[in-house]
């Protein structure tokens, strides 16, 4: 047996782990690591049952090709993308590069080696056509900063703040949230709260986290935008507010207090039902007791109505409290293996990325963060005309359990001329797949963090490389991701760039020559990256600059579009006829729809079950256990109820990222999808068109005996 330090990559907790291999390089056990200054020993369950992702019989260790008669045979992997890259050069030249489009998941995301090929294959051969799991996820947050503007510096981070506030978010299961401190949760929250630091949480269900909380506000799904609303009504009337940020950094306080004027306390507690007096100590707590602290949320305002909104709500919050870091102070982790660059304490006005650039023919969308938004991909695919989508590609993520609207996702993904997952396992987007890549696994290649969002993954510039610990099962032709991006752009006679620096396409790069290229602007050299054990902290910190005299840049409180926005969410009333809002979740175990395939997951958790409220289980007269359908205006699903004292009354709660392909395998078995409940052909939100995926009005049914 041989024993290696590592990182896990399963999500943004990035834990320190002890691997175990044997003398085949097999991968026999995970352990924490006690000894990693960032994680400190915690590893999720799921983390370490990565060894059965490894040894899976079910894994997918050779190129796989579909039949006519629907089944799946091997191929050599030259072969099969030889077969790719004829199918697809003959599509570009039928109907051009926008013909082709790529989408990219958790997979992809947290394999540094490759993160950024999928869409620099696309940019190559001309395609605008990239879609990833960010555009249904939190991309509302992005819009945010696009309407409001950009503070360089950053928010008061979670290890100095006196206050931490969140909105839907719950990081001591998702460890995933913005401005929270994702490296071993559960410690980082109860040494701040040691320290004094303050929680308010704003939920519909006390959870994990809240049960922290100083302050817990339990309001009905989506009405985050009128608590919000409430929030800065509040905080403005008292004088709460601090002046003296805001009148030399904001513009439009006083079109913010006209605004927010409607969602006095008593409409809010009657609107969102919270009380009127956690209303107003949750104001008081955030902004009069505490100097410095800030607001975020994860994605329960974003898959909720109006979630543009609501995180610019957030962001006004913060604004009219001035809570970022300010000049003179440290900027936190400023970069370890992104470039660096000058900050200073002043407001990168508002770009609205999506207003210039390439304009979606599906209802003109704009580009965010250089991506379409995953909420309008299946019209793309159906949708006939010029620039209708014949090709996807789909790198590390499941689309058709993942995007809403299963049917019509699905709809489209069997339309396509090619389809091509890159993906380990036959997951419901690799069965309508013609052709199946294999990956190499997280312990079997070289990798850094997640340097995309670095900071977010660590408040500190910190960084650490991990070689490949373990070994591909004997006989796989698996490899690493980037190498069938490289092989597809040398064959379609295009140079791929990687981090602006043009490959050499008669060579296919090594894993780490590629880690070296994207680190290449690092505080430090990469060698000195890669041979540090357990990581290394830069030592050189960055000092946020003084705002520069001849400054006049300021955040917009409240552009035009949001105004407009805010008259529409108060005047936005609850569908008649359903009785309950539904409010998805995550459990513990698995991540989105990955990891609950691995058998000892599927003991803890074989389905989703539909939570409830102890008085909404007496008005439907059901038990533990029960079987009932959950009915929404667009569909219905299959679920057991279950009890959930921690959830508020008029909620069902259950958690998605279950089900197979639409009619396929048994609930008790697989669970089902939510996003057979939600529809892409209304409620899209503007900017994103972000789908509404949570606080869908729902009714209850009890199968007929």
């Not at 990035?14 to 390089?25: F, K, L, M, Q, W």
């Amino acid at each position: 047996m041989t024993r290696q330090l590592s990182f896990c990559r399963l999500c943004m907790g990035h834990c320190g782990v002890v691997v175990t291999t044997d003398d085949a390089g097999r991968l026999v056990d995970i352990r924490g690591d006690h000894h990693d200054p960032q994680t400190m020993g915690y590893a999720c369950f799921k983390g370490m049952k990565s060894t059965e992702a490894h040894n899976s019989p079910d894994r997918i260790l050779q190129p796989l090709k579909r039949q006519p008669d629907g089944s799946f045979n091997p191929i050599p992997t030259e072969q099969a993308l030889d077969e790719i890259a004829a199918a697809m050069a003959a599509i570009i030249e039928r109907d051009g590069a926008e013909a082709v489009a790529g989408y990219k998941g958790g997979g992809a995301f947290f394999t540094s080696s490759s993160v950024t090929m999928m869409n620099e294959l696309l940019a190559a051969i001309g395609s605008p056509k990239a879609f990833s799991s960010v555009t249904i996820d939190q991309s509302s947050k992005a819009v945010a900063l696009g309407r409001i503007g950009i503070w360089p510096g950053g928010r008061d981070p979670f290890n100095r703040g006196d206050v931490c506030l969140l909105v839907g978010a719950n990081p001591l299961v998702t460890i995933s949230t913005n401005n929270f401190d994702n490296r071993n949760p559960l410690k980082r929250l109860k040494d701040a709260r040691a320290r004094g630091m303050k929680l308010i949480v704003i939920d519909p269900r006390r959870t994990e986290t809240a049960r922290f909380a100083d302050v817990l506000l339990q309001p009905l799904p989506g009405e985050d935008v009128a608590v919000l609303a409430g929030l800065i009504h509040i905080i403005l009337a008292q004088g709460w507010e601090d002046r003296a940020f805001c009148d030399q950094h904001a513009d439009d306080l006083e079109a913010l207090r006209r605004a927010v004027a409607p969602f006095d306390p008593d409409h809010v507690a009657a609107r969102a039902d919270v009380p009127v007096d956690t209303l107003h100590e949750a104001a008081r707590v955030f902004a009069h007791d505490a100097s410095r602290g800030a607001a975020s949320s994860a994605t329960g305002p974003d898959m909720a109505p109006f979630p543009n909104l609501a995180e610019h709500l957030i962001e006004a919050l913060n604004v009219i409290c001035g809570r970022f870091v300010r000049a003179g102070e440290t900027v936190p982790n400023p970069g370890a293996i992104k470039a660096r660059y000058p900050r200073a304490a002043q407001v990168v006005p508002a770009p609205r990325w999506w207003e210039q650039g390439y304009k979606s023919r599906i209802g003109d969308y704009g580009l965010i963060d250089g991506e379409l938004p995953t909420g309008i991909l299946a019209d793309e695919i159906l949708q006939p005309g010029e620039g209708r989508v014949r090709c996807l590609i789909v790198h590390g993520g499941n689309p058709a359990s993942a995007v809403p609207d299963q049917h019509k996702i699905v709809r489209a993904l069997e339309s396509l001329e090619l389809l091509v997952t890159v993906e380990p396992t036959m997951t419901t987007t690799a069965q309508l797949s013609d052709y199946i890549l294999p990956p190499t696994l997280q312990y079997e290649r070289a990798d850094l963090p997640l340097f995309l969002y670095e900071e977010l993954v660590t408040p500190e510039a910190y960084t650490r490389f991990t070689p490949a610990v373990a070994s591909p099962p004997a006989g796989s032709d698996v490899r690493d991701d980037h190498y069938y991006f490289w092989s597809l752009a040398r064959r379609l006679g295009v140079t791929l760039n990687y981090w602006e620096q043009a490959l050499d396409m008669t060579t296919a790069p090594d894993t780490e020559a590629l880690l070296a290229i994207a680190a290449r602007h690092a505080a430090v050299p990469f060698e000195k990256i890669r041979t540090a054990e357990r990581g290394l902290y830069i030592e050189e910190q960055q000092v946020l600059a003084p705002t520069p005299a001849d400054n006049s840049h300021r955040f917009a409180l409240m552009p035009d579009d949001v105004a407009r926005e805010l008259a529409q969410a108060y005047g936005a009333a609850q569908e008649p006829g359903r009785p309950y809002r539904m409010a998805v979740r995550r459990h513990r175990d698995t991540l989105n729809s990955a990891c609950r395939d691995l058998p000892s997951i599927r003991q803890r958790i074989s389905s989703n079950r539909a939570y409830l409220n102890s008085r909404d289980m007496r008005r439907e007269g059901l038990a533990n256990g029960d079987p009932v359908s959950i009915r929404s205006d667009h569909g219905v699903i299959a679920a057991r109820a279950e009890l959930d004292p921690d959830l508020r009354p008029g909620v069902v709660s259950i958690t998605h990222g279950f089900g197979q392909l639409p009619g396929e395998g048994e609930y008790d078995e697989v669970g089902s999808n939510t996003n057979l409940l939600i529809s892409t052909d209304r409620n899209l939100a503007s900017i994103n068109a972000m789908p509404r995926m949570s606080a869908i009005p729902v009714s209850l049914e009890k199968p007929e005996p």
